[in-house]
């Protein structure tokens, strides 16, 4: 596997633009002190697209402030193109950053705004002029640069408020959840827009959202953060497939997965025998063990997509009852009453079960994981090269 | 408005359930017409009488009053205005007038941005006590600081002059004034300055391209706010302007009423071209105030 799921994920030949070391930031609130980052390390690479994901209040959108230089961290440090930066204001920083509330200048007009930063930095006339149209021709603004923000939509905004980060040329960009307000389909469409310009640019882009899709779509690197912690970076493939803990595992993919509490029977290198809670025995290879990590009590965990569901009771497995139907077109997601409450499926629209018909449920070997239940680390995950599903004891 | 819509509302329910709908909004319509009218003609009244007598005779005004319009020009004359000019120093007077509501006016907004601009932006301890206290210091009728601002005055020898009277006015107004733009700015979200920041802005750059310009509609209410209170202040002119060639309108219109003769059509004259500098300082900016929520691109 070329691509590492560790935090110090630096090859060699590739030039750190931002790293982070240890950084903290305190709030004073009147109960005392609130944790908002809580030691976070990490090492942002030249040219990539890191994006911070984690559910509201983890600390992600703090994080990018104490990059930016709007907030000054309580503890730690970071490097900027290799140099220390935590004591440069913000304005020294050379970074550009688009807000959630899109933060255009209401009294300037589109050009106006875009042409901001340069003529703070002393830029003659006619440069400005250029760069301006450039960074306007890129963002495909063009026609749009006289009106005033006021007359414009969400989205031509928000492509304004992007062509005033680029049209500097920055260390990097920071993006603080600059799609939040927009439409669904505006958001898809800024998504493809914002990757296309990411690639014609070779930018270094910091990217915040708590949307694990938004996340996953875009992103080089992502980051899962909770509660003031990077719980794993990775490629976003890596951390789908690979959840670090249970709380990445229930954070990236959608529908969540599935957890079910249960017990080891038996396990070492090749096989696991688990038994479900009130529920079935299952056995399966494993592809990996980590018994440092490992407790009899576990969590078992599968993703909905990767089963199998079949009406025949008879069938051995999870016994479940349809409870919901959602059907999306091609697929349905089926929401079922199993041995410990609700577990969701995703089935193609033909393989579909009536509501209140029974549901046996098998899950594919190579998604299934084995987290510690008390820590919620994963120790153990289903062979991925193994085809089929596990085998009911 | 919202009144009047209330009303015609009511009329409009009262009548409503004999009539068709259409035949409704109309009835609804007219309802409203005839309260506009109604109170635009209850609140211009006096002003038509001011403006009526300035032009009327003496003995017109104090025994047969007329108002209306074809005796009113049957009887035309601007010897009202003519002798305001002539007899007395009137030019003087609203010269000063003029004078310390323009320094009271950019004394007391420059003051208040500043001030609001800090209290909102700048972490300091006691900050909220601070603002409210300014509140607090609004709450002297000014007379009860009229008679210790003369003895303080008087040492420092600022009675009779532009600054002295106009640092009066603006004690008056700076403490409401601080606590509307302290308001205001609470309500310019801090990420556009942040922007600015990031975009390479000095914290006075954000202040000067960013904030002063969002807070404009503020600002034009802590303006047209500073000039009522010195256009129309009495007390603190009386007190703090004991010479007649420094006064400011107020007072001096006051020595139009004698021992025993009052010149109301003097009196009515100077009313009536005092009332022009408000009525174009709000018309004018008025339109920057809508300007202001135009662009407020939120």
């Known amino acids: 596997m070329a691509k590492t799921e560790s935090n110090s994920g630096s090859l060699p030949d590739e030039k750190i633009q931002i790293s982070l070391e240890n950084l903290r930031k305190e709030f004073d609130i009147p109960s005392g002190i609130e944790v908002a980052v809580d030691g976070v390390d990490?090492?942002?690479?030249?040219?990539?697209?890191?994006?911070?994901?984690?559910?509201?209040?983890?600390?992600?959108?703090?994080?990018?402030?104490?990059?930016?230089?709007?907030?000054?961290?309580?503890?730690?440090?970071?490097?900027?193109?290799?140099?220390?930066?935590?004591?440069?204001s913000p304005q020294?920083?050379?970074?550009?950053?688009?807000?959630?509330?899109?933060a255009l200048y209401p009294h300037m007009t589109a050009r106006e705004n875009i042409e901001y930063p340069l003529k703070l930095a002393g830029m003659s006339r006619k440069q400005r002029t250029e760069r301006v149209d450039t960074a306007a021709e890129i963002v495909q603004i063009d026609?749009?640069?006289?009106?005033?923000?006021?007359?414009?939509?969400?989205?031509?905004?928000q492509r304004i408020a992007i062509s005033r980060a680029i049209v500097r040329e920055p260390v990097a960009f920071l993006m603080d959840e600059p799609m939040s307000d927009l439409d669904a389909k505006l958001k898809r469409e800024m998504r493809k827009e914002l990757s296309r310009i990411h690639k014609e640019l070779n930018a270094t882009i910091v990217y915040v959202t708590h949307d694990q899709e938004e996340a996953m779509t875009m992103s080089d690197k992502i980051a899962v953060m909770n509660d003031g912690q990077i719980e794993q970076v990775g490629h976003p493939e890596d951390v789908y497939r690979i959840p670090n803990n249970t709380f990445v595992?229930?954070?990236?993919?959608?529908?969540?997965?599935?957890?079910?509490?249960?017990?080891?029977?038996?396990?070492?290198?090749?096989?696991?025998?688990?038994?479900?809670?009130?529920?079935?025995?299952?056995?399966?290879?494993?592809?990996?063990?980590?018994?440092?990590?490992?407790?009899?009590?576990?969590?078992?965990?599968?993703?909905?997509?990767?089963?199998?569901?079949?009406?025949?009771?008879?069938?051995?497995?999870?016994?479940?009852?349809?409870?919901?139907?959602?059907?999306?077109?091609?697929?349905?997601?089926?929401?079922?009453?199993?041995?410990?409450?609700?577990?969701?499926?995703?089935?193609?629209?033909?393989?579909?079960?009536?509501?209140?018909?029974?549901?046996?449920?098998?899950?594919?070997?190579?998604?299934?994981?084995?987290?510690?239940?008390?820590?919620?680390?994963?120790?153990?995950?289903?062979?991925?090269?193994?085809?089929?599903?596990?085998?009911?004891? | 408005m919202v009144f009047s819509d209330r009303v015609s509302n009511r009329i409009q329910s009262f009548v409503g359930g004999i009539l068709p709908y259409q035949e409704r909004l109309q009835v609804r319509k007219a309802a409203l017409y005839f309260v506009v009218i109604l109170t635009c003609v209850v609140m211009m009244f006096p002003m038509y009488w001011m403006l009526v007598a300035s032009v009327q005779p003496y003995d017109h005004i104090v025994q047969t009053p007329t108002w209306f319009p074809t005796q009113v020009i049957a009887a035309f004359q601007i010897d009202a205005y003519i002798s305001v000019f002539a007899d007395r120093n009137f030019e003087r007077w609203y010269l000063n007038s003029v004078l310390v509501a323009i320094i009271a006016i950019v004394s007391s907004v420059g003051a208040s941005t500043l001030a609001g601009y800090g209290l909102t932006r700048v972490q300091f301890r006691g900050r909220k006590n601070f603002a409210r206290l300014i509140l607090f210091s609004y709450m002297f009728p000014p007379i009860l600081l009229a008679f210790p601002q003369y003895q303080i005055w008087r040492r420092l020898g600022l009675l009779n002059s532009y600054i002295g009277i106009s640092v009066a006015h603006i004690a008056i107004s700076l403490p409401f004034s601080m606590w509307m733009m302290w308001k205001f700015f609470q309500t310019v979200p801090i990420a556009y300055e942040e922007a600015a920041w990031m975009n390479g802005a000095s914290q006075f750059h954000s202040f000067k391209d960013v904030a002063i310009p969002m807070a404009k509609p503020g600002m034009v209410a802590v303006a047209i706010f500073t000039f009522a209170v010195s256009w129309n202040d009495f007390t603190m002119a009386t007190i703090l302007l004991p010479d007649s060639s420094m006064q400011t309108l107020p007072p001096a219109v006051q020595t139009f009423v004698q021992q025993n003769y009052v010149y109301w059509g003097q009196i009515m004259a100077a009313s009536t071209l005092m009332s022009i500098p408000p009525f174009l300082l709000v018309y004018k900016l008025q339109e920057s105030i809508l300007e202001g929520f135009r662009t407020g691109g939120l």
């Open chain 1, 249 to 393: 595992a229930q954070f990236i993919g959608s529908p969540e997965i599935n957890l079910l509490d249960a017990s080891i029977v038996d396990i070492d290198e090749d096989r696991a025998v688990v038994e479900i809670e009130d529920g079935p025995t299952l056995s399966f290879d494993i592809g990996e063990y980590l018994p440092e990590k490992a407790s009899d009590d576990v969590k078992l965990g599968f993703r909905p997509r990767k089963v199998e569901a079949v009406a025949d009771p008879d069938v051995a497995g999870i016994q479940t009852t349809v409870d919901l139907h959602e059907p999306l077109g091609d697929e349905v997601h089926m929401y079922l009453e199993g041995p410990q409450g609700e577990m969701r499926t995703v089935v193609p629209v033909e393989d579909e079960i009536p509501e209140g018909d029974h549901a046996t449920i098998l899950p594919e070997i190579p998604t299934l994981y084995l987290f510690n239940s008390s820590t919620g680390d994963r120790f153990a995950r289903g062979h991925p090269d193994r085809t089929g599903t596990a085998d009911v004891a």
């Open chain 1, 92 to 102: 020294d920083r050379d970074l550009a950053m688009v807000f959630q509330r899109i």
């Open chain 1, 42 to 88: 990490l090492d942002i690479q030249e040219g990539d697209f890191v994006t911070l994901v984690g559910p509201s209040g983890c600390g992600k959108t703090t994080t990018l402030r104490c990059i930016a230089g709007l907030e000054t961290a309580t503890e730690g440090t970071l490097y900027l193109e290799g140099e220390e930066a935590i004591d440069t």
């Open chain 1, 143 to 157: 026609g749009l640069l006289d009106k005033y923000p006021g007359e414009l939509s969400g989205g031509q905004q």
